[in-house]
T-cell receptor, first 114, second 113 residues
């Protein structure tokens, strides 16, 4: 799977929007952009994913650059419960190769200040 | 909410014991996965399965083994636990392929003394 680059940590205030960036300059045409988050002492939780167009769901929005070399996860109104490690992961459209598992990096540690 | 379950949630066991970590899902997913995560570290894929009677090793070498004789069930076994096996083990399932998300269980935190 192609590699992604994320900031190690970000800080935001409660009830404000949060924009989490991800760079993936070597993305292939069939790679989907996935975001997961992991709250302390819990398993990862799916947030959102997309291929080319921007995506919205009840948790967040995903903005994908026109050249697909970067994307941004948007939390519209952060709460203290959004404090977690956020992972940006690329997955091949046809299964990502033999393993087809997720390749987790270090992610972005999001800190929410009350 | 994802319907994927892991038991036990926490396990403390002595060296040399045989252990089985249970994972089951009720979503009818063909693909299932096991990940290992040491405290404060990244998750690594250790096993996966495409369906019944299919098991493969993941990116990180592991002394554990897995089986898949039912679609909904994907247990992980350690024949002889060692302190180096102390870690969190996370199970996941998916319809597979990049277009589909993976659903994770709550994890089993294993401590081998």
């Amino acid at each position: 799977d192609a590699k992604t680059t994320q900031p190690n940590s970000m800080e935001s205030n409660e009830e404000e929007p949060v924009h989490l960036p991800c760079n993936h300059s070597t993305i292939s045409g069939t790679d989907y952009i996935h975001w997961y988050r992991q709250l302390p002492s819990q398993g990862p939780e799916y947030v959102i994913h997309g291929l080319t167009s921007n995506v919205n769901n009840r948790m967040a929005s995903l903005a994908i650059a026109e050249d697909r070399k970067s994307s941004t996860l948007i939390l519209h109104r952060a709460t203290l419960r959004d404090a977690a490690v956020y992972y940006c992961i690329l997955r091949g459209g046809f299964g990502g190769g033999g393993a087809d598992g997720l390749t987790f990096g270090k992610g972005t540690h999001l800190i929410i200040q009350p | 909410e994802a319907d994927i379950y892991q038991t036990p949630r926490y396990l403390v066991i002595g060296t040399g014991k045989k252990i089985t970590l249970e994972c089951s899902q009720t979503m009818g997913h063909d693909k299932m996965y096991w990940y290992q995560q040491d405290p404060g570290m990244e998750l690594h894929l250790i096993h996966y399965s495409y369906g019944v009677n299919s098991t493969e090793k993941g990116d990180l070498s592991s002394e554990s083994t897995v089986s898949r004789i039912r679609t909904e069930h994907f247990p992980l076994t350690l024949e002889s636990a060692r302190p180096s096996h102390t870690s969190q083990y996370l199970c996941a399932s998916s319809y597979g392929g990049g277009a589909y998300e993976q659903y994770f269980g709550p994890g089993t935190r294993l401590t081998v003394t």
